[in-house]
């Protein structure tokens, strides 16, 4: 039980994290981004060049959007590390190769269980997927670390604006 609230309170330390740093308007320009990636993809496998060129003309703003988001994901993905390789190591010295539990026979999962053998780095794994996802949800974000369906609604709203564009 100890290993899995450590799990969960790691768990929730990077979800939070990823929610302080990741504002609306990076979701806004994220759906903002796949859509022109869509567009840019439709109109190469359709050889429309009016299209490709229009396109081309945003390119230096969409890759200045690429970059501040792949900046974030970056101070993110580091942050989290950094907070597992300090509270891991902790762990590891607490916990030692004891075993906390048993597999079925003929049930060895990689990396996770040895000879039928849970040890602490296999419950802790275990234990971090198990509850992250649970987390993710109570904190408004999916799996990716992404609001569900977000993309989806941003993407059409941005579409939406794309489309009065055209009509003006």
């Not at 993110?76 to 190591?89: A, D, I, K, W």
């Not at 992404?146 to 003006?168: C, Y």
Request: charged share 25%; no cysteine; proline share 4%.
């Amino acid at each position: 039980m100890m290993i899995l609230s450590i799990a969960a309170a790691l768990s929730s330390a990077t979800s939070v994290l990823r929610k302080v740093v990741f504002k609306r308007e990076d979701y806004l320009k994220m759906a903002e981004l796949q859509a022109y990636n869509r567009e840019l993809m439709n109109a190469t496998r359709k050889k429309d060049q009016k299209t490709i060129q229009k396109l081309q003309k945003k390119k230096a703003y969409i890759q200045q959007i690429n970059a501040d988001i792949t900046k974030k994901n970056l101070v993110t993905m580091f942050s989290s590390l950094l907070l597992f390789f300090t509270v891991y190591p902790l762990l590891v010295g607490f916990f030692g190769d004891v075993v906390v539990g048993y597999t079925p026979i003929g049930l060895d999962i990689p990396f996770i269980t040895e000879q039928g053998q849970l040890k602490f780095y296999g419950w802790f794994i275990l234990s971090f997927f198990a509850v992250s996802s649970p987390i993710a949800k109570a904190l408004g974000l999916g799996l990716t670390g992404l609001p569900p369906s977000q993309g989806e609604k941003d993407e059409k709203k941005f579409k939406d604006t794309k489309q009065k564009e055209k009509d003006d």
